[in-house]
Structures are given as C-alpha cells and as structure tokens.
C-alpha cells in the first residue's frame, strides 16, 4: 500500500511566470499565476508547478562535482522537430551532437536539463 500520492513536481527558478510559459509552449496546458507561485496544468499529464527561488543558482550538466538533481523526459514523435521548437522558445542544447540516439539533452531557459525522447 502507498503511503502517498505524488502531488505536483515543483521548479525553482529565478521568474516562475516566464519557465511555466516555455513549459506551456512546450507542453501545452493550462498556467495558473498565483505570485511567487505558477501552476501548469498539463493536459492528460501531471503538473508541474514553478516557485520564485531568490539566489537561484542553475544545476550543472554534465559535472561529476554537482547533480543534476533531477531532469524531465519529455516524449516526442519527431525528434527534430521537437528540437526546433525548444530551441526556438529559448531551451539550450547540452547533450543534442548524436543523432543516432533517440535522446537528446537541453536546458531550459533556468538552466534545468531536460531530455527530448522519442522512445
């Protein structure tokens, strides 16, 4: 039996308005502004919310010294396509020089790594 129930996974970021807007572009949905708090609601998906983060320091990637912490998968249908689109809404390639994968690696424009997938 569970003990929970995963609520919402929650990005600090130095403007929650501006990351929930890049996800929405990306993701589609639903951005409800609550201040220092951003809520995007993901259709058929789970939320994901943006909180104000005053020092704000992004995660580093690749660096055997500072996690990542975490990362978000994303799945696409085209991999380049979807690659277009991030890059044009301000995302970061990291990872992204072998196109035999089906992965790519980017930043967000807080400089949280996500990976474009099409598994």
Do not use: N
């Amino acid at each position: 039996m569970a003990l929970a129930k995963l609520g919402v996974v929650v990005l600090d970021c130095p403007d929650p308005r501006a990351l929930a807007g890049f996800y929405a572009e990306v993701l589609g949905g639903t951005v409800e502004d609550q201040g220092e708090w951003v809520d995007l609601k993901v259709p058929g998906g789970q939320a994901l919310a943006f909180q104000a983060a005053p020092g704000f320091v992004p995660p580093k990637w690749p660096a055997a010294d500072a996690s990542q912490q975490f990362h978000l998968d994303l799945v696409v249908e085209d991999l380049d396509a979807a690659e277009k689109g991030v890059l044009a809404l301000g995302a970061r390639p990291l990872d992204a020089d072998d196109r035999s994968r089906t992965w790519r690696v980017y930043a967000d424009p807080a400089g949280h790594p996500f990976c474009l997938c099409a598994c």
